[in-house]
């Protein structure tokens, strides 16, 4: 699981828990079929208003040595699910989550052209 991080157009920041894969350079995730209250969704209109974006990864575990995160920086774009380009994000999502394969997300999709990395790990 990772943190999507967005910014409101009044400048608040908002932060999501989402599932995410890596293609290249690129970070997909997707709006799916998971419940949703709307699918008028803050993070949408926050990219609308503001591309910049962070992802972090992290694991957490009582044995600190164990600790790690990643921070992924970058540029956020919505695309549809038939835009050009939203097939390579919705095959990386269904190769890396069985629960996909079924129920391919319909989109729309989050594309990050990440373009710094930050980490960190206890060891």
Known sequence: MAR???VTPGGAPHVVAIVFAIAGDVAW???DAKPKSTRALRRLANIAAN???SLL???YDDD???L???R???VATVLSADDAGAATGVA???AKYPQYRADPPAGPLIWISVERRVSWSAR
Request: aromatic share 12%.
């Open 68 to 70: 790690w995160w990643v």
């Open 92 to 94: 990386a999502l269904v």
């Open 4 to 6: 999507l991080s967005t």
């Open 57 to 59: 990864v992290d694991v």
């Open 51 to 53: 591309p910049r974006v």
């Open 29 to 31: 995730t997707a709006i």
């Open 72 to 74: 992924l920086d970058g």
């Open 64 to 66: 600190w040595s164990r």
